[in-house]
């Protein structure tokens, strides 16, 4: 049984990788943001947001990069549970040869692990700081996988790079939606 997170909460895939711009995979694997990376987070600084967030970021060097030029000068809080997916012995190869997402590489970590991993983040991170809007600077796998937990069923396509993702909670689901 899915857990249900308590409020809507937001959703940043990290700026542009260089295993992005080279369709490399890096799911554990620390790469830095390119250029676009950083001016894409930088844009990010330029939005208007919530008066009341609270800052969230995966471990990676991506996603605390992007955090700290979307956000400059505000504190935020590493969780691990917000890490990419570990592809095992698929670090570092071609997208194309990443293997079926229900198949657990070798070496790596399985997709129903990694659900329940960014489930129980989720839903820990939406109980803290009741009038607070939880923005939480992560990956595609995890973005992915919140996806399948509470909207569609679905994982749908990779999403863009450094675009908040709101997952708008209505009753007992949730609707996602680029702000």
């Given at each position: 049984m899915t857990e249900i997170p308590a409020k809507s909460f937001?959703?940043?895939r990290h700026g542009e990788t260089t295993a992005n711009a080279e369709g490399l995979i890096a799911g554990r694997t620390d790469v830095p943001l390119t250029e676009l990376g950083r001016a894409q987070a930088r844009a990010l600084s330029r939005r208007d947001w919530p008066a009341r967030i609270a800052l969230y970021a995966s471990p990676m060097a991506r996603a605390q990069e992007t955090c700290e030029l979307a956000f400059p000068d505000r504190p935020f809080t590493l969780h691990e549970g917000l890490r990419e997916r570990d592809w095992g012995v698929y670090e570092g190869r071609p997208l194309r040869t990443q293997p079926d997402r229900n198949t657990t590489p070798?070496?790596?970590e399985s997709w129903p692990d990694m659900i329940r991993r960014v489930e129980r983040a989720i839903v820990g991170i939406c109980q803290t700081g009741t009038d607070t809007l939880p923005v939480l600077v992560c990956h595609s796998g995890v973005i992915r996988a919140a996806r399948l937990l509470w909207t569609?069923?679905?994982?749908?396509?990779?999403?863009?790079?450094?675009?908040?993702?709101?997952?708008?909670?209505s009753g007992s689901t949730f609707k996602e939606k680029t702000l």
């Open positions: 937001c959703l940043i070798e070496q790596g569609t069923g679905e994982v749908g396509s990779r999403p863009p790079n450094a675009t908040p993702l709101l997952f708008e909670r």
